[in-house]
């Protein structure tokens, strides 16, 4: 599955932004879905993720303010980030995975297979 990345752009705080992570390939539904995001001078981290059931789970500093969803009949998962905060600039990735495990995914100690190229979110105070 091949993987890319849409919405970035500059916000002001407490704004609002929707990405989009757009798939090819076949079978996309059965996939689990997730959102990461680094900055220079962190390393990547994860934001949010979900299954091919819909079942999601999110990094505790985004919880209540972002929310993932997917529409498979498009090919897409989206990200929907609101209460943007300067701390939330980021390069966000999506990334893909055959295997169901948010719990592991979501702390950061499971790696993707599948990466896409990312997408700049810059969050102004």
């Known amino acids: 599955v091949q993987l890319q990345a849409f919405g970035g752009g500059l916000v002001q705080a407490g704004g609002s932004l929707r990405l989009s992570c757009i798939a090819s390939?076949?079978?996309?539904?059965?996939?689990?879905v997730g959102w990461y995001r680094q900055t220079p001078a962190q390393e990547r981290e994860p934001v949010a993720v979900?299954?091919?059931?819909?079942?999601?789970d999110y990094a505790d500093s985004v919880k209540g303010r972002f929310t993932i969803s997917r529409d498979n009949a498009q090919n897409t998962v989206y990200l929907q980030m609101n209460g943007l905060k300067p701390e939330d600039t980021a390069v966000y990735y999506c990334?893909?995975?055959?295997?169901?495990?948010?719990?592991?995914?979501?702390?950061?100690?499971?790696?993707?297979?599948?990466w896409g190229e990312g997408t700049l979110v810059t969050v102004s105070s």
């Open positions: 990334a893909a995975d055959l295997v169901d495990d948010l719990r592991t995914m979501v702390a950061g100690t499971h790696t993707m297979d599948y």
């Open positions: 390939g076949r079978d996309f539904s059965i996939y689990t």
């Open positions: 979900i299954n091919n059931s819909g079942s999601a």
